[in-house]
Structures are given as structure tokens and as C-alpha cells.
T-cell receptor
Framework: AQSVTQLDSHVSVSEGTPVLLRCNYS??????LFWYVQHPNKGLQLLLK??????LVKGINGFEAEFKKSETSFHLTKPSAHMSDAAEYFC????????????FGRGTSLIVHP | GAGVSQTPSNKVTEKGKYVELRCDPI?????LYWYRQSLGQGPEFLIY????????DSGLPNDRFFAVRPEGSVSTLKIQRTERGDSAVYLC???????????????FGPGTRLTVL
């Protein structure tokens, strides 16, 4: 069975400072991992994905994430936060070799202060 | 259209009524998923289709919920005898396939906000 844990329900940063959103996963297979962003009253948008290629994945809007199998982590980072980054972020795991059902984390709300 | 569309965008109904929510996936996408997102929560899986058949409906909460995809494209989520607890945003997503690699990337619709009074 697969699961995903987002370690922080809220993260608050100042504009221009680094962002770290933490995600740990559990999977019996080689997982696919995703980060999605959801702005208020908008649909979910894919930020980036890991599908067993390079462990450091670069996404849109300057975000990146590193797959660390030894730590079962897939944390999302950005060097410098922008006000427009304020949104809800979801970490997602699926198992192409097992259950195809994507499992979402509960979400991390990113707050960016001017 | 270029993306996944869902209708209606908002639906208000009374307890006990029947509702249908529609999803138009991206053309050519064989996999289609339904999720329910309650306030402050992540999307919760309900059911997914591979083509016309429901490949896994283990997420449907009870027998009041049913979904169809008769021609392998448009899908309808049907809720009978609605309850106040059914109020949520219902999300639809589609992907090229269920296999690994880039083909399993999901594209989400904007959702239908269901309110049961």
C-alpha cells in the first residue's frame, strides 16, 4: 500500500526567502511522485513529477524537488519565494507497478509575507 | 477543448435529491479519475476508468454514488439521495494511460462545487 505524509499543514515565509515544503512517502513499488499547486478557486496544476529518471526534478516557476529513496522523501524547494507562490501544495504518490490510484497528501498551505 | 472540463461549476441541491456531475476529459485520454475534495483536505480518490470500464471503484463511499463512462470519453458521476455530508468539490482528471512514465500525468478539471442544503 502507498501513502504520503506532508509534514507541515502551513508554511510561512517572507518574500525573497527560500521555500521548503516537506513530503515523505511509503510505497511497495518504484513510485511515481508529483507535486501539484492549487490556487484559490483554481484547478490543480502540476508543478513537477518524478518517474524513475533523474532524482533531482525541476518544475515550473522555479520549483524543484529531490527524490531521496533512502529517506523516502520528496521535498519541494524554491530558492526565493514570490507573493504569487501563496497557494495550497499537494504531494502525490502513485505506483505504476502496483495500485494506479494516486494518493494525495493533506496539503501544505504556503503563506508568503511581503 | 484543450483541457478537462466539468459541468456545472456549482450545484446547489436539497437533501434527498439526485444530482449528476459531468466530466469531459482531454481527447485521447483513456484514463479518467474522480476525486472528492472537502474543505481543508487533499483530494480523495473515488473511482477511475480505463476506457469504458470502471477499473477501480473502491473509493466510492457507499452505494448512493455511481459513475459511468459509456463511450470511453465523457463521464458522469451520479449521487442519489444526497446528504449534507456530500457537500464538497468534485474533481475530475484524465491521463493518457495508467502506465509509468509521462503517460500517467493527470490533468485536472476546475471541479464542481456541490452544496447540499
Amino acid at each position: 500500500a502507498q501513502s504520503v505524509t506532508q509534514l507541515d499543514s502551513h508554511v510561512s515565509v517572507s518574500e525573497g526567502t527560500p521555500v521548503l515544503l516537506r513530503c515523505n512517502y511509503s510505497s511497495s513499488y518504484s513510485p511515481s511522485l508529483f507535486w501539484y499547486v492549487q490556487h484559490p478557486n483554481k484547478g490543480l496544476q502540476l508543478l513537477l513529477k518524478y518517474t524513475s529518471a533523474a532524482t533531482l526534478v525541476k518544475g515550473i516557476n522555479g520549483f524543484e524537488a529531490e527524490f531521496k529513496k533512502s529517506e523516502t522523501s520528496f521535498h519541494l524547494t524554491k530558492p526565493s519565494a514570490h507573493m504569487s507562490d501563496a497557494a495550497e501544495y499537494f504531494c502525490v504518490v502513485s505506483e505504476p507497478g502496483g495500485s494506479y490510484i494516486p494518493t494525495f497528501g493533506r496539503g501544505t498551505s504556503l503563506i508568503v509575507h511581503p | 477543448g484543450a483541457g478537462v472540463s466539468q459541468t456545472p461549476s456549482n450545484k446547489v441541491t436539497e437533501k434527498g435529491k439526485y444530482v449528476e456531475l459531468r466530466c469531459d476529459p482531454i481527447s485521447g485520454h483513456t484514463a479518467l479519475y474522480w476525486y472528492r475534495q472537502s474543505l481543508g483536505q487533499g483530494p480523495e480518490f473515488l473511482i477511475y476508468f480505463q476506457g469504458t470500464g470502471a477499473a477501480d471503484d473502491s473509493g466510492l463511499p457507499n452505494d448512493r454514488f455511481f459513475a459511468v463512462r459509456p463511450e470511453g470519453s465523457v463521464s458522469t458521476l451520479k449521487i442519489q439521495r444526497t446528504e449534507r455530508g456530500d457537500s464538497a468539490v468534485y474533481l475530475c482528471a484524465s491521463s493518457l494511460s495508467l502506465t509509468s512514465g509521462s503517460n500517467n500525468e493527470q490533468f485536472f478539471g476546475p471541479g464542481t462545487r456541490l452544496t447540499v442544503l
